[in-house]
């Protein structure tokens, strides 16, 4: 049973299945009862608005108390680390801590430390982002019925999104065909034994069943190249303009994780066109963030044993 979720190589197949089974059924009104208190701290060291909000109102939904926290403010601008913090909160029990960190792998040295507060990776760098990963597959799987052999293309800020090495490790042992699109400077190595690079959008875009875009990461570019980027030029050459919808097959559908900026990797009237699921990304994602949080409920015995499964068929 995961006591922790901190990166999609802990998914197999048959664990993402069960997790948009059990996403599916709280969209549906299921409900859950806990057998003591549980509480929750989101602790965020990066700006956030919809994971740090889904992971709120799914905590709310579950009946989990949410005691806040503000980076800002707490102990860490006094030379704290992270790990004293989550044993400050343990200490005072909190159950489940999901964090946010600029650090890649920062959850490393937490889980080594075997602490019995649960934590939940809500994005770590340019690393994971396990709960976006699962919402995505969510979205995909109720527009498709399945992964294998669906046709999926990642376009944009590859070398700095966490989402698309997320997105690309799971699609890849799901059985999705990968085609990788944008810059050929941010197509790094490690993504090339999980699919294809095109270094023409055009040719790319007739040939998907899913076109996942990429925010540019301007936090994380480096000076000269922050310098130098032209929305414009960008825009022009690997965003989704009108022209290059129509190039779209009629099945196919356009995502991306937020925020958009609209007008560079996408036209800002395509934003919500009727092949857009951008939006229903984010009502979908409060549903998975209650699934994870469930299995992670269950996996301190805060919920009684029989209740998840008889969720899912």
Do not use: C
């Not at 069960?18 to 965020?44: E, R, S, T």
């Not at 022009?236 to 129509?246: E, H, I």
């Amino acid at each position: 049973m995961m006591h922790d979720l901190v990166s999609v190589e802990q998914l197999t197949p048959a664990a993402v299945s069960h997790y948009v089974q059990l996403a599916q059924a709280f969209k549906q009104g299921a409900q859950i009862q806990l057998v003591h208190p549980a509480y929750a701290m989101n602790l965020f060291f990066e700006n956030s608005t919809r994971t740090h909000t889904s992971f709120e109102m799914a905590e709310r939904r579950l009946g989990i108390e949410v005691l806040s926290f503000v980076a800002d403010t707490s102990s860490v601008t006094k030379g704290e680390s992270l790990l004293d913090t989550l044993k400050t909160i343990q200490a005072i029990g909190v159950n489940i801590a999901v964090i946010r960190h600029s650090q890649n792998e920062y959850y490393q040295k937490l889980l080594q430390a075997q602490l019995d507060l649960s934590i939940v990776n809500a994005g770590d760098g340019s690393g994971q982002h396990p709960s976006q990963s699962l919402l995505d597959m969510l979205t995909i799987f109720e527009e498709f019925g399945h992964f294998a052999d669906l046709r999926v293309a990642i376009v944009g800020d590859l070398a700095h999104s966490r989402v698309a090495r997320s997105d690309a490790q799971l699609l890849h042992s799901l059985g999705a065909k990968l085609f990788f699109g944008g810059p050929p400077q941010w197509f790094l190595q490690d993504l090339a034994p999980l699919g294809t690079y095109v270094a023409d959008i055009d040719q790319l875009l007739p040939q998907v069943d899913v076109l996942m875009l990429l925010r540019v990461q301007h936090e994380r570019l480096s000076t000269a190249t922050e310098t130098n980027f032209q929305e414009e030029q960008y825009y022009q050459r690997y965003g989704l303009t009108p022209q290059r919808l129509a190039l779209l097959p009629p099945q196919a559908i356009i995502m991306h994780p937020a925020p958009v900026n609209r007008g560079v990797e996408i036209n800002s009237a395509l934003v919500e066109a009727p092949q857009s699921r951008i939006f229903q990304q984010m009502h979908n994602g409060m549903y998975m963030r209650m699934a994870i949080l469930a299995k992670i409920l269950q996996s301190q015995q805060l919920l009684a044993a029989p209740q998840l499964e008889e969720l899912i068929w």
